[in-house]
């Protein structure tokens, strides 16, 4: 996984601060791979509550801020059944955690 522990931690209080923190959010896209280079950060946030474009655009703007790279971020409500694309980012993904 190609991000920080100070990204991962921005990543997580930003979307705590915003929509809670019973969301979780995985990493997906080329910043899973560790031998790749550059890319932006693809994020699939898993929420209780439904996720509205104003409060993606809003965490996407925060975090494009504070981290100084394009963020790209795909809601999923939990009890959803996920779009195809939504499973591909789900089973490809790695599950972002607090480092320690």
């Known amino acids: 996984m190609?991000?920080?522990?100070?990204?991962?931690?921005?990543?997580?209080?930003t979307v705590a601060r915003q929509i809670g923190s019973?969301?979780?959010?995985?990493?997906?896209?080329s910043r899973v791979a560790d031998d790749s280079?550059?890319?932006?950060?693809?994020?699939?946030?898993?929420s209780p509550i439904p996720i509205g474009l104003w409060q993606r655009a809003s965490i996407k703007q925060a975090l494009e801020g504070a981290l100084q790279v394009p963020v790209d971020i795909v809601a999923k409500r939990k009890d959803a059944t996920p779009t195809p694309f939504q499973a591909i980012a789900l089973m490809t993904g790695i599950s972002l955690r607090a480092p320690s």
Do not use: K, M, S
């Open 22 to 29: 019973d969301a979780e959010v995985v990493l997906f896209g």
């Open 37 to 46: 280079r550059g890319g932006d950060i693809d994020l699939l946030i898993e």
């Open 2 to 13: 190609r991000l920080t522990p100070d990204q991962v931690r921005t990543i997580l209080a």
